[in-house]
């Protein structure tokens, strides 16, 4: 026999799905204590157990929303449009002007130079509430450019050229150069930045993104954080 459908009781919740509401005054984010989430609008998508909702953001609450607060939303890939509260959070909406709080002091984190997004903040300009740029041809220009003047020419490293549908051959190479600043053809849509090497009695040009540099060099972070960027971030 079939189980009948188990129903919701009356009086448990004090919001349903569809209902209206505001965050009162005080309440913060979870995640960012800096970031006061006091009178964002919105409406009920989801009731939950032990009293918790989701509510989805009204778009005049997102127009209002702090741009650090967006930016550590992209940063940490938290969906910026709703959020998830406890029933005391949250009252009847009751119409009117917004009455959003907003952040009296942000504190943002100091760059850290043992972390690998943080060095890859530092390329760019950027702050540890900042998410990682994109890969597009600027953003690439930008780390060549930083690239030029910090790395150490000439030096070695090791490529794995594909010889076949199955096979590879590792060459040991001299990198001797990135070309100039304005060659255009030195930053490749597929590959990024392109380097001039030398490989026996050969000049080549090859992807430095695909470089292995020996451990212990000086050059090898500087190489591994530009692959760790060029590669996650297309």
Request: with cysteine.
């Amino acid at each position: 026999m079939a189980m009948a459908k188990k129903r919701e009781l009356p009086g448990l919740v004090k919001f349903r799905v569809g209902d209206r509401v505001r965050v009162k005054q005080g309440i913060r984010d979870a995640d960012y204590p800096d970031m006061p989430l006091g009178g964002w609008a919105g409406t009920i998508t989801e009731v939950h157990d032990h009293g918790m909702y989701t509510v989805r953001w009204s778009q005049e609450t997102l127009a209002a929303i702090h741009p650090v607060f967006e930016k550590r939303c992209r940063r940490d890939g938290m969906d910026l449009g709703q959020y998830r509260l406890k029933e005391d959070d949250l009252e009847t909406d009751a119409g009117g002007p917004l009455a959003i709080e907003h952040p009296a002091k942000i504190h943002t984190k100091a760059l850290s130079p043992k972390n690998e997004d943080d060095r890859v903040r530092m390329v760019f300009d950027l702050t540890s509430d900042d998410p990682l740029p994109d890969v597009d041809y600027e953003t690439v220009e930008t780390y060549r450019e930083y690239l030029a003047k910090n790395l150490v020419f000439p030096f070695g490293a090791k490529y794995i050229a594909e010889t076949g549908p199955f096979s590879s051959k590792a060459m040991n190479v001299q990198v001797i150069g990135l070309g100039d600043a304005d060659d255009q053809s030195m930053i490749d849509d597929m590959y990024g930045i392109m380097c001039y090497a030398q490989h026996e009695r050969r000049k080549v040009i090859l992807p430095l993104g695909e470089l292995e540099v020996p451990e212990r060099k000086p050059n090898r972070p500087l190489i591994e954080d530009y692959a760790y960027w060029f590669w996650n971030n297309r």
